[in-house]
């Protein structure tokens, strides 16, 4: 079978101009489209042609940059060096302009703001558009590192066990000098042993400040490289790093907003999540969905109590454990009498609060009643008898149980694999993003924002196709010219 070869000596003409590397429908275009659609002023950028000094590379050239970049998982200042020399679409979208990596990367750290700000205005033109309805959210979030090592991170205890070691080897060492001084020999292993000494000392200061950072800020964990990520455990072990959270609308399954929190899973981030994409959208919401990882019925309450279906499993719903015979849920709350009654019939009388102080405790009255009922030893083996406790909202979260197994409500809850999931899906298998490479909370934020922002760019291109998006964004109110300063 005949073969076709390659033949590097072949003479061919590129095209006249750069304009025409790239084919009219190319989803180049549609990027540099978007960018070019977006209120830069809002974003922060600022054109300054009169400045003095070197010039500057295009600040918007520079956002098209990185947000195509992100889209295809390009995200190393150094990878995208390479890109505007070789890449064609790159080539074209930059419009020849090459900037090396560390004009890159210094652009990137100083306009976090703008990237996070491209997010909301691509919402903006995203209920324009009517992708978006805004009426059921979808929360979810996933650990991802930081540019950071697990090794780096340290504890009360970690720091206590290091100053130990660093206090005996100091002693060891002043021995160790003290013995080479009466011998009067060997100076260079005096000087070594002095060397030694003084690493160990300011290793011992060094392990102090850490310390007593910890002690002023409270938390259980610090890392010394990146000062805002903390300890996480996920599948792939555990490291130092963040949890993303996301929104998602379920209309078009397109990114609301993103955020970063320093924890180790989502307890409490519902209402805080949900309230963002509402401030996003400019407008209430009607349902709001998570798994059951955000099932805190404190938390959930703060959105329940603003008129939105909380769509959330708890744990024990989420578990599919089956209501034992003698389960608390088998026992019947009397609100008027502030009681218990047990399956038998007896009484269980408030006496007392909770470790936490986070709810009631209920007893039988006279535990004898409990060590002569038949069902002693099933029920309860306690000597004085049946206790259960009641929390804080248990009410709430009995309501938020019996709505969440509504059929029309499970429908609804299905559907938020489908919608949310696909983001994370797309950001960790498809973009390649393992770990961030910035640092820091505002860092973080930007870029999780940017890879929101180049998911819905995606999702918009198949849905309105890449001319069809382009069009949309030619008439987009969005547009407006550089601000430059008055001559």
């Not at 390479?82 to 210094?106: C, Q």
């Not at 309805?133 to 929360?139: C, I, R, S």
């Not at 009643?369 to 009995?398: H, I, M, N, S, W």
């Not at 298998?429 to 929101?452: K, M, P, W």
């Amino acid at each position: 079978m005949a073969l076709r070869r390659g033949n590097r000596e072949q003479m061919q003409f590129l095209p006249a101009s750069i304009e025409q590397y790239v084919a009219q429908d190319a989803p180049v275009r549609a990027y540099d489209a978007f960018v070019d659609a977006l209120d830069v002023a809002e974003l922060g950028i600022r054109d300054e042609p009169l400045k003095e000094g070197n010039p500057s590379y295009d600040p918007v050239a520079m956002l098209k940059l990185l947000v195509y970049g992100y889209s295809y998982g390009v995200r190393s200042s150094r990878k995208l060096e390479r890109e505007v020399y070789y890449n064609l679409s790159f080539i074209w979208l930059m419009g020849g302009l090459k900037p090396d990596h560390k004009t890159i990367a210094e652009f990137r750290r100083k306009h976090k703001e703008a990237l996070k700000l491209s997010l909301r205005q691509c919402v903006r033109l995203c209920l324009k558009l009517d992708l978006m309805a805004g009426n059921v959210l979808f929360v979810d979030g996933s650990k991802i590192r930081g540019n950071a090592s697990i090794k780096n991170t340290w504890t009360k205890e970690k720091c206590q066990q290091v100053l130990e070691k660093a206090e005996k080897r100091i002693e060891e060492v002043i021995l160790e000098a003290e013995a080479i001084d009466e011998e009067e020999a060997g100076l260079p292993s005096l000087v070594a042993v002095k060397q030694e000494l003084e690493n160990t000392r300011g290793l011992k200061q060094r392990v102090e400040a850490v310390m007593e950072e910890l002690r002023e800020s409270g938390k259980s964990n610090l890392n010394t490289v990146d000062r805002d990520c903390t300890r996480i455990n996920s599948l792939q072990g555990t490291g130092a790093g963040y949890s993303a959270q996301v929104v998602v609308d379920d209309k078009n399954g397109l990114v609301v907003s993103t955020d970063v929190a320093s924890v180790n899973n989502d307890l409490g981030q519902f209402s805080q999540q949900i309230d963002k994409a509402q401030e996003e959208l400019g407008r209430k919401c009607q349902v709001a969905v998570a798994d059951s990882g955000y099932a805190w019925t404190e938390d959930l309450g703060k959105i329940d109590g603003q008129g939105i279906q909380v769509i959330v499993p708890t744990q024990r719903v989420a578990s599919g454990r089956k209501v034992g015979e003698y389960d608390k849920r088998r026992f019947r709350y009397d609100p008027l009498k502030d009681c218990y009654i047990c399956p038998e019939g007896n009484s269980l009388r408030y006496s007392g609060k909770t470790r936490k102080r986070n709810g009631k405790i209920y007893q039988i009255e006279n535990k004898e009643t409990c060590l002569v009922c038949p069902q002693f030893g099933q029920c309860t083996t306690a000597k004085r008898g049946r206790k259960v406790a009641r929390l804080l909202g248990e009410e709430l979260r009995d309501r938020l149980e019996a709505e969440y197994a509504l059929p029309q409500n499970q429908s609804i809850y299905k559907r938020r694999q489908q919608k949310i999931e696909l983001v994370f899906g797309h950001i960790k298998r498809n973009l390649g993003v393992t770990s961030f490479l910035l640092r820091g909370l505002a860092g973080v934020r930007a870029e999780i924002a940017l890879l929101g922002l180049c998911f819905n760019l995606r999702r918009m291109m198949s849905l309105l196709g890449v001319q069809g998006l382009i069009r949309h964004l030619s008439r987009s109110p969005l547009q407006r010219p550089l601000e430059s300063p008055a001559g």
